[in-house]
């Protein structure tokens, strides 16, 4: 599963793809209508990679929340983000068993599982051990892909060499 490029955007429904970073902000995808938009700095924008939930042991990353959901549907679509919260809660602590009640509510589990099945239709959930970098090396690539788009072409031209007299 990968999900290094992948962004929730505080204020806009769905999940984004980063596709570029520009000086003013990002430029990114919809994964759920393929519309491109930009987003200011000013956004409060998260990647998936960098999410946790809280557990009563420690945060458990959303990457291993995901694929803990993968393996249960055999990387088969969650139950809907619109049942009621008891259905979503039980679902939730049969794949999270040791999830923090008091600090996970019913709506960070309904974002999950939106997410969840928004990432599957895309093809983009996996079983296997996910791999996740951590975001500088996220937007060390990011930024590596916008300057190899943006170096000119080796100009051929040269400027003529001056004659001198012997």
């Known amino acids: 599963m990968n999900i290094e490029k992948i962004l929730a955007i505080s204020g806009k429904p769905g999940l984004?793809?980063?596709?570029?970073?520009?000086?003013?902000?990002?430029?990114?995808?919809?994964?759920?209508?393929?519309?491109?938009?930009t987003v200011g700095m000013r956004s409060n924008v998260s990647l998936l990679s960098e999410i946790s939930m809280y557990t009563h042991s420690e945060e458990k990353p959303l990457v291993e929340i995901m694929r803990a959901i993968a393996v249960k549907e055999n990387e088969g679509?969650?139950?809907?983000?619109?049942?009621?919260?008891?259905?979503?809660?039980?679902?939730?602590?049969?794949?999270?068993?040791?999830?923090?009640?008091?600090r996970v509510y019913p709506s960070d589990i309904k974002?999950?599982?939106?997410?969840?099945?928004?990432?599957?239709?895309?093809g983009m959930v996996s079983k296997e051990e996910p791999k996740v970098a951590n975001a500088?090396?996220?937007?060390?690539?990011?930024?590596?892909?916008?300057?190899?788009?943006?170096?000119p072409k080796a100009a051929k031209t040269e400027a003529p060499k001056a004659k001198t007299k012997k």
């Open 77 to 102: 679509q969650a139950i809907s983000h619109k049942e009621d919260n008891a259905k979503l809660i039980e679902y939730f602590a049969a794949i999270v068993p040791d999830y923090d009640e008091d």
């Open 16 to 37: 984004y793809e980063l596709k570029i970073q520009t000086r003013s902000g990002y430029v990114a995808e919809s994964l759920t209508d393929g519309k491109r938009i």
């Open 136 to 151: 500088e090396e996220v937007k060390e690539q990011v930024v590596e892909e916008v300057k190899a788009k943006k170096e």
């Open 111 to 122: 974002k999950v599982m939106n997410w969840y099945n928004i990432l599957q239709a895309k």
